[in-house]
């Protein structure tokens, strides 16, 4: 079931299990148009300062006082984990440094 849009062709070809994936910092690669696409990195950056956060305060208040805190621990990973798939998708330039599938065919003045 696909229902995210491509930042390049504008077609709906990625599930929410693909936003997840890219939420791990994956990149994936449009099946309409062939272009790659990530998660905002900045966005993805300061989220992943709230996990290690996480670990590092719940883990620290487990070893100092309770085990309880681990569960506070998962509870919020998972609460981290439901926000990372609404962060927003960026498109990607090939890996070979070509212009990306959208560019080519918008930009009458490419040559190539
Ligand atoms: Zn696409």
New binding site residues.
């Given amino acids: 079931m696909t229902s995210i849009l491509?930042p390049?062709?504008e077609?709906k070809?990625f599930s929410w299990w693909h936003k997840y994936l890219t939420g791990k910092w994956g990149v994936l690669r449009?099946r309409?148009?062939t272009?790659r696409v990530c998660a905002q990195p900045i966005v993805l950056a300061a989220l992943y300062f709230f996990y290690v956060w996480d670990v590092v305060l719940f883990g620290y208040l487990a070893w100092l006082d309770s085990l309880w805190y681990l569960l506070v621990m998962v509870v919020g990973w998972l609460i981290l984990d439901y926000f990372s798939v609404y962060v927003p998708l960026t498109p990607l330039r090939p890996a070979d440094g070509a212009a990306s599938?959208a560019e080519q065919s918008s930009d009458p003045k490419q040559d190539s």
Avoid: K, M, R
């Fill in positions: 491509c390049h062709c077609q070809t449009c309409q148009c272009g599938p």
